[in-house]
């Protein structure tokens, strides 16, 4: 005796098919999405996310200038020749050839004697905003002459990390 399908073992019958459709469609696209994490931790990709999207590090330009206060207590690489070597402990550097960006301020410089206007430099270090003397002062643990940097009061600058000296202009 054969039994007759009700419409209710139908539906089920439909359910059952329909679940395993979706479900080898969900398996098919969860393939192979490992990437360049494989093997990774979240802590490593989000760092190197983080890298990838990291500060500035380029030359001093008009687009870096333009966009300075995004970057204030961050850490950032700028390529610029020196404009000015105003202490061993502080210079500004200028903006590329074709930019008509002011001077930016840089302190905390090791006292490289190779430092002089034209030297090109690649400065590593935190964008910082207003200049005060007596806060940098107490900040690096040096001591400025006032009068050298009134013109630079209130001012953006670069509290450097490091100094290195990619062309010296004096040859």
Same mark, same amino acid.
């Given at each position: 005796?054969?039994?007759?399908?009700?419409?209710?073992?139908?539906?089920?019958?439909?359910?059952?098919?329909?679940?395993?459709?979706?479900?080898?469609?969900?398996?098919?696209?969860?393939?192979?999405?490992?990437?360049?994490?494989?093997?990774?931790?979240?802590?490593?990709?989000?760092?190197?996310?983080?890298?990838?999207?990291?500060?500035?590090?380029?030359?001093?330009?008009?687009?870096?200038?333009?966009?300075?206060?995004?970057?204030?207590?961050?850490?950032?690489?700028?390529?610029?020749?020196?404009?000015?070597?105003?202490?061993?402990?502080?210079?500004?550097?200028?903006?590329?050839?074709? !930019?008509?960006?002011?001077?930016?301020?840089?302190? *905390?410089?090791?006292? /490289? %004697?190779? @430092?002089?206007? +034209?030297?090109?430099? #690649?400065?590593?270090?935190?964008?910082?905003?207003?200049? !005060?003397?007596?806060?940098?002062?107490?900040?690096? *643990?040096?001591?400025? /002459? %006032?009068? @050298?940097?009134? +013109?630079?009061?209130? #001012?953006?600058?670069?509290?450097?990390?490091?100094?290195?000296?990619?062309?010296?202009?004096?040859?």
């Amino acid at each position: 005796m054969r039994s007759t399908p009700t419409p209710r073992s139908r539906t089920a019958r439909a359910t059952v098919a329909t679940v395993a459709a979706f479900a080898t469609v969900g398996l098919a696209a969860c393939g192979d999405t490992a990437g360049d994490e494989a093997g990774a931790d979240v802590e490593e990709v989000t760092e190197d996310d983080a890298a990838a999207a990291g500060p500035y590090d380029g030359a001093y330009d008009s687009a870096f200038y333009g966009d300075v206060t995004s970057y204030v207590d961050e850490q950032v690489t700028l390529s610029a020749d020196v404009n000015e070597v105003i202490t061993p402990e502080a210079f500004t550097i200028a903006g590329a050839d074709d !930019t008509t960006v002011e001077p930016l301020l840089v302190v *905390g410089a090791t006292g /490289d %004697d190779q @430092l002089s206007p +034209e030297t090109t430099v #690649e400065v590593t270090g935190t964008v910082m905003e207003g200049f !005060t003397v007596t806060d940098v002062e107490q900040d690096l *643990g040096i001591d400025l /002459d %006032d009068a @050298l940097f009134e +013109e630079y009061a209130d #001012e953006n600058y670069v509290v450097a990390d490091s100094v290195e000296v990619l062309q010296n202009a004096q040859g």
